[in-house]
């Protein structure tokens, strides 16, 4: 594994009690959730050479083109709203770029810019991942099994072949493939999007009072209730429009439904969704269950007070025939897996807390009665619509849409289902896999980037303090004693610079790299020396290779 593949800049948990250095989606270096450097400007004043990884002419400066090519490779593109005005610009500046237009006209992102030559975003290489991508899409592809849902004509007719992946990543990394520009009914899978904005709006307690939160265990229309007279969960039509009832419900309806598209949008980096009119009359005019499960809760007293449930109705319907591309979904689905803020546009759209709880229900709950299977096998929060909708999440990494409409007889894409099976046979992308370390076969490169990116920072911040015990914990969960953070700083460099002799010592005795360079070209043996830490610096000098020293 090279330091490269583990140089993941990921928003990391903070342990209790212990600073905790991590990097932010916008490329800012934290310590314990406090700014204190940022990225873009010391490696801009530091003269970072940055384009001297592409092509450059004599002078060092780049084309428009070139610098466009090299973002795309890695997933980022010139639509993305972070990048626009800075694009509109860039084209229109006369004649090749320095690095000192390009740092003025992207400003903020330039950081990201920086990110993407680098390759350090949280999918390295993200061109060769896409290629795996387009290879499990080409193999779902020959999958015909299934039937498109029938209940209403319009969805009877859509085009059975159509299947579409797009995933976006935290970092805002896109692809899509097939149909991604399509657009398709979001059908169930409104009922996570409108479980989180009634907790937004009303809270968790206040929501959970009408609404439950086990698995049904039975059909997701079923006429029942749990024992307390509440629907099971939202994710089941009984509490989705429960979930729905909760969502401003003094306003006008169509003040409702404003707000549902305007999360949409917001969720998505700012596309607006559309709306499928005759499938939203098709579903109102052939809506008994629903209907009947409304009553049903109205009769248990399981609503607010003052619920008017006909209104509550169409709002529901309204929510099922929202319509999205796949491509947009997969933002939304990355938006959940950034813990609520927009990678696109780095808008909090939904707080931590309302993800957490959207993401726990998805994972046990999300997709009809496989959602015990998919939990098991697949591992990760999904939610699907009888559209052949379907949006998976990898917590804190990335999220996929998929959509195809032959459906199995549970409800579910067969295509989407195929689709995940292979992504998590390929990658170790399912909540647990972080659990098998180096003992998986499937992709190292590409294992859980943000359990590795976790433990560099982990283990880093574990040798700068001299916690020998945590040191040692870490490696043995499998840690690389020689992953870098983002200046290439090494966990022996941390501990050399701060004088820990014990943590040096026991770095050095499970074979930590003594000649390790930094960004600025400097070893653990220099930092000792800057230090002002003799001993250590002697210490490490003798523990060099003869070769390294002659170096
Ligand atoms: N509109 C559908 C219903 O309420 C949603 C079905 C689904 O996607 O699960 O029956």
Known sequence: MSATDLQCPLPSAEISGKPQMKTSNNGLIEISGKRISNIKADAHKAGSNLFSALETNEAGEISVDILAAALRRQGIHEDDPRFAAAFRALYAHPGPLTEEVCFELFQESFSIVERAIKDRFIIPRFYDFKDQINEIYAQCRGERGGRVADYIPQLARVDPDQFAVAVTTVDGQRAAFGDSDKAYCVQSSCKPINYAIALEERGEKFVHRHVGREPSGRSFNELALNPAGLPHNPMINAGAIMCCSMIKPKAALADRFDTVMDFWSRLSGGQAPGFNNPVFLSEKSTADRNFALAYFMQEKGAFPKGVNILDTLDFYFQSCSIEVTAHQMSAVAATLANAGVCPLTNERVFSNDTVKNCLSL?????????????????????????????????????????????????????????????????????????LLNQQTKKDPTRRDAQHRGDQVYQLINAASLGDIDEISRLIAHGADINAADYDGRSPLHLAAAEGRRDAVAFLVSKNANCAAKDRWGATPLDDARRHNHPELFNFLASSLDPQEKTQ
């Not at 009888?386 to 549970?410: C, E, H, K, T």
């Open 362 to 434: 998805m994972y046990s709950c999300g997709m009809y009665d496989f959602s015990g299977e998919f939990a098991f096998t697949i591992g990760l929060p999904a939610k699907s619509g009888v559209s052949g909708a379907l949006m998976v999440v990898v917590p804190q990494v990335m999220g996929f849409a998929i959509w195809s409409p032959r459906l199995d007889a549970l409800g579910n894409s067969v295509r989407g289902v195929a689709f995940c099976r292979e992504l998590v046979n390929r990658f170790s992308l399912h909540n647990y896999d972080n």
